[in-house]
């Protein structure tokens, strides 16, 4: 193979694996959130026994936390396309700082499913009398104590895509609606647990905005 041929053909596969991850995460997400209890009664998550409650013997909210750590490598690679489209246009700088908050988002995505859900699932196995007794960590947690404050930068995620859509809109690799869905989702997708109604629907919108993109991508 050349190297012109060898070059054609990373080119070709850095834009089927982007396409498949514009088109698989957003369903992940939707796996996700749908998972959550009290989907259609919203309710602000302020302490420990609301978090007890959402999580206690949630098997497929705990499936659906995997998943999103699963979709790290697939938000990178959607973020990292997105900024080079927007390197055609008029906001490429814009873009270019919109990648590079995206995918430190998505970081931090796998930081907070990490420390707070994949622990919080090995607390099932626990009886309920010792499960009991481990209330008070369910406290730290949801004071978001110490260095779980890292956690926050999990707002990255959906900021960085915001700024991606933006930028998008200014240039003309992609349709205007396309953009718009994914602002708008992007912005859904900043409300805060106990409101996962929201971000089903921000996720829906998502798939409007990438499935397409994520097809073309394919070809």
């Known amino acids: 193979m050349t190297t012109v041929s060898i070059a054609a053909w990373l080119i070709q ?5 982007c396409g498949i991850s514009a088109i698989v995460f957003p369903l992940f997400f939707v796996f996700a959130f749908a998972t959550h209890p ?13 978090i007890i409650k959402r999580v206690r013997k949630n098997r497929l909210m705990h499936f659906g936390h995997v998943l999103m750590i699963f979709s790290v490598p697939l938000l990178i ?17 814009l873009g270019f700082a919109g990648g590079i908050v995206a995918i430190l988002g998505a970081t931090f995505l796998a930081v ?6 994949l622990t919080v699932s090995a607390f099932d196995t626990l009886p309920d009398k010792e499960f009991a007794q481990i209330k008070p960590a369910f406290r730290t947690i949801s004071r978001k104590a ?7 930068g999990i707002l990255l995620l959906p900021l960085g895509f915001i700024l ?7 240039g003309l690799t992609l ?19 106990g409101f996962e109604v929201v971000n089903l629907g921000a996720s829906i919108i998502l798939i409007a905005g990438l499935l397409p993109m994520g097809l073309s991508w394919l070809n």
């Open 13 to 17: 596969f850095f834009n089927i694996a």
């Open 77 to 93: 690679l959607t973020a990292v396309k997105l900024t080079f489209l927007t390197q055609a246009g008029d906001l490429s700088g």
């Open 164 to 170: 991606l859509a933006i930028a998008n809109l200014g």
């Open 175 to 193: 349709p205007a609606w396309q953009c718009i869905c994914l602002l708008l989702g992007s912005l859904l997708l900043l409300v805060p647990d």
């Open 38 to 50: 009290g989907l259609f009664k919203p309710k602000l998550v302020k302490n420990e026994d609301d």
């Open 112 to 117: 907070d499913k990490g420390a707070l859900c």
């Open 146 to 152: 110490s260095w779980l404050k890292l956690v926050w």
